[in-house]
């Protein structure tokens, strides 16, 4: 693997270069949690974190999105795609598959003009991470990012081993520091961290996941719906905080004047109540338990028949924000228990 | 709903704080534009006009006094649309706490043992406007948002029914990226309450109060578990869902239904 090392010093003129450069997202702490935010000067950003408690992919697919100005006097209309250069920095690896597996979803077809336009200004550089008690990337085979990176910064006791995933990425190291060869001691070290973390973990998948969309498949009926959706409040927060979850609904808004229209497209969830209801208030999922039922089968079981490959990537954030504790890999461990007896 | 390319509308106030009339006036930039979209005949906080010939009526404050189920009869009459105007109209609001006492009470608490008037003093139950008249649409909220009024303005001028987000809180909450205060260990409503306010009040660094009332679809049961496991007792968690939905948590206690 081609590595290079850069020193602190090289680290805070890198990222002093990209924020006199671009639009800069990277982890860092508010009120003492992991998020992502704007960063002004590299002192603020905080690398080896837990899990963000929301997920990068706000800023490909924001919450809130103009796609379209049209007239309402004369029909004309002006789509609108806002996509700054932006550099999102300390992805972790559940992250970075995330992304890979949006990118397959707005290309899909015709392909989704303004993820596309946003996706290609954007450029991803990883960091190593800490498993928080919801973490189970392990399980996934997403522990470790190989591509889908411009860049990759291990954090070492002196400096940052890194990993290029592109030459634009290259370019962007050279430009910015003056990266070293990394040498044995580097690579060693990383491997260490990597061991480390590979113990931390608490929560696990008690089945590979080629087995997961079948045991999905046979647990229809199974009496953990019932038993969670009793629980749910249907809020839509495991839809918001998860790396993967891409549906929207779209809306539309006028000016007082009545001239101008606007069309948004706004995050949805499945979970919410109103999801699946269409004309005449018919719902095809009235019930929180279907809908959890088809959250869960879409991470595991639809979009793996479609896009081919498991729509979770561990990251535990689904599990962390729910209030009334329903965790993935509780329910996914009963499901496959079951599935075997 | 008809569709009227420029209504007439009317704000009548019943017991509140007129906050939410005071909204409306907020909304600064957009009065002007307003105001050739729809012709206001009635609205004691902007107007000397004292017109009946309104056809949408907002009402904002809750039913308190016999007087004002009389006058909702005769806006019920006049008006074609009756929509509420936040909290203390839509669900009775936080003048619905009164009602765990009895009216002698709470009269003699507030006025003294000798009120120099009873007459002026004299009250009921509190409750919202749908239990004395047919209510076409709802805008909750303590105050009202802005945005939701024009949205609903809006709406009207349109020809659109307007409504409301079937969503909590948490919803909107997650969106604007808040840390969810549960995580910093302090207890919230947004879980059972209905969105559409974008989380305002979390962020600006406070908790959700429930000012928008339940959802139709609330999961009461699951939130007073997760209250009671954030430390709250059985009473507190009572005062939570009591503050802004008291009324329909308790109707079949102490409120009487005035006939329509």
């Known amino acids: 693997m081609a590595g290079y090392f850069v020193d602190r010093r090289g680290f805070r003129s890198f990222v002093k270069g990209l924020v006199e450069r671009y639009l800069l997202y990277g982890t860092t702490l508010q009120e003492g949690f992991p998020v992502f935010k704007k960063i002004e000067t590299p002192e603020e950003l905080v690398l080896s974190s837990t899990p963000t408690h929301l997920s990068p992919k706000e ?22 795609v806002d996509a700054p250069e932006q550099v999102l920095m300390g992805l972790h690896p559940c992250d970075i598959h995330a992304i890979g597996l949006l990118d397959r979803v707005f290309s899909h077809g015709t392909g989704d003009v303004n993820y596309i336009e946003r996706r290609r200004r954007t450029i991803l550089i990883g960091t190593e991470c800490l498993p928080d008690e919801y973490c189970f990337c392990h399980s996934m085979g997403t522990m470790d990012a190989e591509e889908g990176f411009d860049l990759f910064f291990h954090e070492l006791k002196r400096g940052y081993l ?17 990266p070293a060869r990394a040498d044995r001691t580097h690579l060693e070290e990383m491997r260490t961290h990597r061991e480390k973390k590979l113990e931390s973990f608490v929560r696990s998948i008690y089945a590979r996941r080629e087995e997961l969309p079948l045991v999905y498949a046979g647990s229809y009926e199974h009496p953990v719906w019932e038993r969670i959706g ?13 790396p993967t979850c891409y549906c929207f609904d779209i809306r539309d808004d006028v000016t007082l004047d009545l001239k101008e229209a606007h069309r948004y497209r706004v995050w949805d969830g499945c979970t919410l109540e109103d999801f699946a209801k269409v004309a005449g208030g018919h719902n095809f999922r009235r019930h929180r338990s279907e809908r959890l039922r088809h959250r869960f089968n879409r991470k595991f079981r639809y979009l793996a028949d479609r896009f081919d490959g498991l729509f979770c990537v561990g990251c535990g954030r689904c599990s962390r924000t729910c209030l009334v504790g329903i965790n993935i890999t509780d329910v996914t461990n009963e499901l496959i228990r079951d599935a075997r007896s | 709903m008809r569709w009227i390319k420029r209504p007439r509308i009317a704000f009548f106030s019943l017991t509140s704080c007129e906050g939410c009339q005071l ?5 600064e ?11 206001v005949v009635n609205f004691r906080e902007a107007t000397d006009l004292k017109r009946d010939d309104y056809q949408v009526a907002f009402i904002e404050g809750s039913v308190t006094r016999e007087e004002e189920a009389e006058k909702l009869k005769e806006i019920r009459q006049r008006a074609e649309t009756i929509i509420t105007l936040g909290a203390c109209s839509t669900t009775g609001g936080i003048n619905a706490l009164k009602n765990r006492f009895s009216p002698e009470y ?10 120099p008037n009873r007459l002026l003093v004299e009250n009921i139950p509190a409750m919202p406007v749908e239990e004395v008249i047919e209510v076409d649409y709802r805008i909750p909220g303590c105050p009202v948002s802005k945005e939701e009024f024009l949205g609903f303005v809006k709406a009207l001028v349109l020809g659109i029914p307007p409504g409301l987000p079937e969503y909590p809180v948490c919803n909107e909450c997650k969106m604007e990226g808040n840390i969810c ?6 207890a919230c409503m947004g879980p059972v309450t209905r969105g559409g306010c974008r989380a305002v009040c979390v962020s600006f660094g406070s908790i959700c109060w429930g000012c928008r009332g339940l959802l139709d679809d609330a999961n009461t049961d699951a939130h007073r578990e997760t209250l009671g496991n954030h430390g709250l007792g059985d009473d507190e968690i009572t005062k939570r869902f009591d503050l802004y939905s008291s009324f329909y948590i308790h109707r079949k206690g102490r409120c009487t239904k005035t006939t329509t």
């Open chain 1, 59 to 80: 800023f490909l697919f924001p919450p809130e999105e103009l796609l379209l100005r049209f007239s309402l006097e004369d029909g004309r209309g002006e789509p609108v």
């Open chain 1, 162 to 178: 890194v990993r290029v995933g592109t030459e634009r990425g290259r370019r962007l190291l050279e430009r910015y520091s003056k």
């Open chain 1, 230 to 242: 009793s629980r749910c409040y249907g809020c839509g927060s495991c839809n918001h905080v998860c």
């Open chain 2, 23 to 27: 909204m409306v006036l907020n909304c």
């Open chain 2, 29 to 39: 930039e957009e009065l002007r534009e307003l105001s050739t979209r729809v012709d």
């Open chain 2, 106 to 115: 709470v009269t003699e608490c507030v006025y003294g043992r000798n009120p």
């Open chain 2, 181 to 186: 205060v549960f995580e910093k260990g302090v």
